[in-house]
């Protein structure tokens, strides 16, 4: 059984549902229509309850490479459902809070380079394997602009304030087998086999108590992400303050298209 969607293949067979994320030419970049409809998932999978699995993968060589910043891309960006940052960063909250706290125990099988809000969905995932040759990257910083709706903080839980500031301020790439020793993935699967130890994984987790998966699932994020909640809050106010005070998201993007060094603004200019 498939639900049909323009940016997404969701196949649902016996306890299992896969998300594949289904824009390769874009190498799976969210534009807005693809976050409206990932929402949409997000909440068909809250109201059902003959699945207790998830699995979420992309389609072609990456699993996602973020948000789309074509021009093209972030004329669209906003809209009456979205007319500003403030609105788009609470938004953003809310698919991500409710991606973490779906009911089903969910797998990302990282079959490419993870980027951006790719790397923030999959941090927010119960399991994590990756295939050998994909990387975890967050380069938001490079073009002015911060890592935000909600993404941080799960990556924070998982690899600690010193490795998740080189993601984020240097921009580093984490290669699979550094991802695993740093504990942003459980496993490196060789590519052909990505899918498969997923399902092993699956058929592990599935001789235990649902009800017992459920409530550990819910107690861990509980415990992970409660001294969050505050800075959460307030996250899309700052974003929108600083976006509106520094003009850099501008000149970072125009940078990007442009393939030159961003001119970004000092305190002093």
């Not at 997404?8 to 390769?24: D, H, S, Y």
């Not at 004329?75 to 403030?86: G, L, T, V």
């Not at 698919?95 to 706290?101: C, I, K, L, P, Q």
């Amino acid at each position: 059984m498939a639900d049909k969607y323009r940016y997404f293949i969701v196949e649902k067979a016996g306890e299992v549902a896969t998300i594949t994320l289904n824009r390769p030419e874009k190498l799976n970049a969210f534009n807005i229509a693809m976050l409206y409809e990932f929402s949409d998932i997000v909440d068909d999978l809250r109201l059902d309850l003959q699945r207790r699995f998830v699995v979420i993968t992309g389609a072609g060589r990456a699993f996602c490479a973020g948000i789309d910043i074509t021009k093209e891309a972030r004329d669209e960006w906003y809209d009456a459902r979205q007319p500003n940052e403030r609105v788009f960063q609470e938004n953003g909250q809310t698919v991500v809070r409710n991606w973490t706290n779906l009911h089903q125990v969910t797998i990302a099988a990282i079959n490419g380079p993870c980027v951006g809000l790719g790397l923030g969905l999959v941090s927010c995932c119960d399991f994590r394997l990756i295939a050998e040759g994909a990387y975890c990257s967050i380069p938001e910083t490079a073009i002015g602009i911060g890592y935000s709706v909600s993404c941080l903080y799960p990556l924070v839980s998982l690899v600690g304030a010193a490795q998740a500031k080189r993601m984020i301020m240097a921009c580093d790439r984490v290669p699979a087998r550094e991802a695993k020793d740093i504990g942003l993935v459980h496993d490196v699967v060789a590519a052909d086999q990505l899918m498969a130890a997923s399902s092993q994984l699956i058929e592990k987790l599935s001789t235990k108590g649902p009800t017992a998966l459920r409530l550990v699932k819910r107690m861990v994020n509980a415990a992970t992400v409660a001294q969050y909640a505050d800075l959460a809050a307030m996250e899309p106010e700052l974003v929108q303050a600083f976006y509106t005070a520094t003009g850099d998201i501008g000149e970072g993007i125009g940078a990007y298209r442009e393939r030159r060094r961003p001119r970004f603004k000092l305190e002093t200019d």
